[in-house]
Every structure is written in C-alpha cells, then in structure tokens.
C-alpha cells in the first residue's frame, strides 16, 4: 500500500528539504530556499521560524554592498558539533565535525578494547561538550539499529555488543550507528559525487566487501540493518568456507585480505595496486576484480542504478585502477542498453569519508527527533 502523505509527514518532509539544501549548498536566503525548494515563500518563512527558535538554523548577518541590501543568508548553526566514529577495522578513528564537513580534531587509535574507544570518546568529547548534539558511528558488520547493538563484527571481533549502552553509560548524548556502507552512502550523498544521483550503489571495499544501495533517494536500511551483503553472496558453489558459515561466498575470492594472502611480493595492498597499474600480471587480483564484477552486474541487472561508487580505504589510483576493471568486467555481464547509461566513479572523499557518513547521520538524526 502506498504511504499516504498526512500534513505532518508534509509538514517534515519540507523542514528535511530546506535543512538538506543548507547542509549540502551552504547558506541561501529565504526567496533562494523558496526557489530551490519550490515551496511557496510563506512555507518557507513558516519553516524558517520554526527552525530559528530551534536553533538548527542562524541567520547570518545581513551585508550591505554598493548595489544594496541584500538580503539574510541562514546557515545551518555551525556551533553544532557531531562526535563522528569510524570503526573501521584495528585502527579506528574518531573526530569533531561541524555540518559543513569540517573535521576540527581528529585521533585515530588501535583499538584492542572497548575501553581504548570510550578513551577516545572521552579526548573529543571534553573540550567540546557544550556543542555536540550526537555521537554517530560507521560499523563494519551485522548491526541491529534499533537497539543499538552490534550483532556480530569480525573486523572488531565484537559478538552482541550493545554500544549503545556501554557509550551512553558515560556519555549522556543521542548515540546513532549504521553499517559503514551505508554510513558511506551519506557521505556520498552530502559531501561527495554521490550528490548527483538518485539510484546509486556504493561498492565498500575494507577487510570484507559491502555494498550500499541509494534507491530513489533513500538510503535501503534493510530489515533491521541488514543489507547489500554482496560479500556473502555465492560466487563458486561449493567453494572456500566463508567465516559466515557459509561456502564459497565472494569474499573468499575477492576481499582485499584474500588479494594480499595470495601474493608473496608484498603484503601492503597500495603497493600490490602499483604493480598492476604498472603493467604487473598478478593473477590473484585478476580474479578478485572479475569476480567483484560478476557479482555486481548480477546486481544493477535487478536494479540497475544511474552510478556505481567504488570506495575503500585505499590509494585514489588504486581505486580508479579497480574502478576500470571491475566495469569492463560489469559491461559485458549486463544488457547492452544499459551499458552507456552507468556511470562508475572512484569515490574521492578520501580516508575521512566513513567520518562524514558518520557525521551526516548524527545530523539527521538530531534534526528528525
Ligand atoms: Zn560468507
């Protein structure tokens, strides 16, 4: 049945456009919001007042110039802090992020407990408690959003873990997480090319391979975040055992660990990416990215998206090198009609990127309690 649009579900969904417009364009004015949104001037002065007395939004100071006075810019209000968590892996990171993106402090620890992550917690939260409104965070793994915990990550080798609890035991603050895949989906869609699609997928590339869907502009949760687990789909039957319990899952052929296990030259997965673009055959990758394309086009031939985002932790030519090669392989598995029409991109949001998913989630959030 189709969701019916009550005024209240109207009545958010415009506030949500005219934050999103500030969030991701920066400051505009009233007549500028009334255009781009184009809700009529007076919902658009409604919304603004509603916004103004909660202090999501200022209003800038207004600037006179030779041609006049022009008129009040609003901003979202940057004295509004995220406390942003990438945990992705042994090394995590943690940082201090106002809604343009900007990251005011960042620390990256090797986490052996949870204890070192509530220490890191602890070093960004002091010195800016009084302005952050959430602490959010990007999780590699089986999540149940919901409650808050972590059902099963082997990248932290965390089994049923209620983060929720253990941070807001000390941290008394709105705590928000989702897979890093999705949490990168935002970053895509605020900060990055992501911006310029409506359907797009978010191939995750770390210890294990994770893809995110951006469906009619809409992050795809999943049933209770669970979701794109391209990793744990079959790609040789009855091949390798998979840690998920299963065999021949596609991150027994094609996960980054895998690619490095498989050459002896070096185990720095940057440096295994150099050799190749510099014309190395090195079989094991070979297969991975072929395998990695499979898998994908077996995908957008379901629900073929507009673009598809490469990311991971790793070199931006090492990227566009898998790039090329998982779309070659992708082209011929998929209708010829559609092969014009993809476009795939590495993602260039860089190491932070998981940190501005995590960042964008807080916002929103916040802004929907
Ligand atoms: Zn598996």
């Given at each position: 049945m189709k969701e019916r649009r009550t005024p209240k579900h109207v009545g958010s969904y415009n506030k949500n456009l005219v934050l999103e417009v500030l969030m991701k364009q920066g400051p505009k004015s009233r007549a500028e919001l009334s255009r781009i949104t184009k809700l009529t001037k007076t919902a658009i002065t409604e919304i603004i007042e509603e916004l103004l007395s909660k202090n999501f939004i200022v209003e800038l100071g207004r600037v006179n110039t030779r041609r006049g006075r022009r008129p009040i810019k609003l901003a979202i209000n940057p004295d509004l802090l995220v406390l942003a968590l990438d945990?992705?892996?042994?090394y995590i990171k943690g940082a201090i992020v106002n809604p343009m993106g900007n990251i005011l402090k960042i620390y990256s620890i090797k986490m052996k407990n949870i204890e070192d992550l509530l220490k890191l917690i602890q070093e960004l939260y002091e010195p800016f408690k009084d302005k952050i409104i959430a602490i959010s965070a990007s999780i590699p793994g089986l999540l149940e959003l919901s409650s808050g915990?972590?059902?099963?990550?082997t990248s932290l080798n965390?089994?049923?873990?209620?983060l929720r609890e253990i941070i807001n035991k000390i941290f008394p603050l709105p705590f928000y997480m989702q897979k890093d895949t999705n949490a990168g989906i935002l970053a895509e869609n605020w900060y990055?090319?992501?911006?310029?699609?409506r359907n797009f997928f978010y191939l995750l590339l770390s210890k294990g391979i994770g893809l995110g869907i951006y469906l009619n502009d809409r992050v795809l949760d999943g049933y209770d975040g669970i979701i794109g687990e391209i990793g744990h789909?079959?790609?040789?039957?009855?091949?390798k055992d998979c840690w998920c319990g299963k065999?021949?899952?596609l991150e027994t052929v094609a996960s980054i660990p895998i690619i490095i296990e498989n050459y002896?030259?070096?185990?720095?997965i940057n440096e295994i990416l150099e050799n190749a673009i510099r014309g190395e055959k090195i079989e094991s990758l070979d297969k991975a990215l072929k395998y990695l394309g499979i898998s994908l086009a077996n995908v957008i031939q379901i629900f073929p998206p507009q673009a598809v985002c490469v990311s991971g932790n790793l070199s931006l030519e090492g990227l566009k090198y898998i790039t090329e090669k998982i779309k070659e392989y992708i082209l011929s598995k998929i209708f010829p009609q559609l092969r014009t029409k993809i476009v795939f991109y590495p993602s260039?949001?860089?190491?932070n990127s998981l940190i501005l998913g995590a960042t964008v989630l807080g916002f929103i959030n916040y802004f929907n309690k």
């Open positions: 945990l992705s892996g042994i915990r972590v059902i099963l990550s965390w089994k049923d873990v209620n990055g090319e992501g911006r310029n699609y789909t079959i790609i040789e039957i009855d091949g065999k021949g899952c002896d030259k070096s185990s720095d260039n949001l860089g190491e």
